[in-house]
């Protein structure tokens, strides 16, 4: 989920300046296990966060490139929350996932946000029910970049994705019966999806409860949620209380949470990097309070 921003510096609101290029490991993004490597187009505004890649999506990527099979993605149904570039979505489609949504809302617009009587951060607002298209339609363009790495027809579908708007929601469920594509692969799971990514969309504290609510309404009884988070903020205590607030937020809606380790090969925080956590979710197994607990292998299996 992703907010535009007013005025900043000497660029006038709504003012674009759009850039074309190919992303390589020395970006950030590993190359596929073809040599081949993503192509993105992001946006460099005023103030659409979400064309920005950020430095979490990294992690996740090279996640799915490592376990790819033991994630058993060629038959698996994948979407992506607050995707922005698409870049995680595009990365599962490229490694052979056969079904990929990739979600986002349409942003708030600056004077929404800065009229906001709530109390807390602008950054804290809550979503109008219209705002920019410019998310969605870098999507769309990312998705056409990339048509050649997609096999089996396999092409990323992109929706609008609101977490406060319950028919959003229900109409991504009803696009999981949708027939597929001719030459497209199926997938067996009808009650959600096997795999749900998110990369860096756990930081405005008002939007905790919407996506803990939405994961759980999207993800399959036996599916998982790979979250990966950039640490920004910490407080006096060295805490990372977005993140921490998150979990708490999924735990009370029922959801369990387990922090990954982050593969060390890709892990940059020794060269002053960003520091990034990752989380698997899954359904509590009573419906209920969730629970949260660590693990060191850094491996999803289903």
């Given amino acids: 989920m992703f907010f535009v921003l007013g005025q900043r510096g000497d660029l006038a609101f709504g003012e674009r300046r759009c850039l ?5 490991p020395a970006m950030g993004l590993p190359r596929l296990p073809s040599g081949q490597s993503l192509q993105l187009k992001t946006c460099h505004t005023s103030g659409i966060l979400g064309a920005t890649l950020w430095p979490a999506a990294a992690p996740l990527c090279h ?4 376990h790819r099979h033991d994630l058993q993605l060629h038959e698996t149904k994948c979407m992506e929350l607050g995707a922005g570039t698409g870049a995680v979505g595009l990365f599962a489609a490229a490694l052979g996932c056969p079904s990929v949504v990739l979600t986002d809302c349409r942003p708030l617009p600056v004077a929404a946000m800065y009229t906001t009587d709530t109390g807390n951060s602008h950054l804290d607002a809550v979503l109008p ?8 339609q870098l999507l769309k363009e990312n998705v056409k970049l990339n048509r050649n790495l997609f096999v089996h027809n396999n092409v990323p579908r992109v929706m609008e994705l609101d977490w406060t708007n319950s028919s959003h929601l229900q109409h991504v469920l009803q696009s999981l019966q949708q027939p597929t594509s001719p030459g497209r692969h199926t997938c067996s799971t009808k009650d959600g999806f096997d795999l749900i990514l998110c990369s860096d969309v756990t930081h405005f504290s008002a939007m905790h409860q919407p996506l803990a609510s939405t994961i759980k309404g999207l993800l399959g009884k036996t599916g998982a949620c790979l979250l990966s988070h950039q640490e920004r903020l910490l407080d006096k ?17 029922g959801l369990e949470v387990e922090r990954m380790a982050v593969d060390p090969n890709h892990d940059d925080v020794d060269n002053g990097g960003p520091v990034v956590a990752m989380l698997q979710i899954r359904r509590g197994k009573n419906n209920g309070i969730g629970s949260a607990r660590a693990t060191t292998t850094g491996l999803f299996l289903p």
Wanted: glycine share 8%; net charge negative.
């Fill in 237 to 253: 205590n060295g805490r990372d209380k977005p993140l921490e607030d998150f979990v708490t937020a999924a735990q009370e809606t």
């Fill in 129 to 136: 029910s219209e705002g920019s298209d410019a998310i969605l």
């Fill in 20 to 24: 074309h290029y190919g992303l390589d």
């Fill in 63 to 66: 996640h799915l490139l490592q």
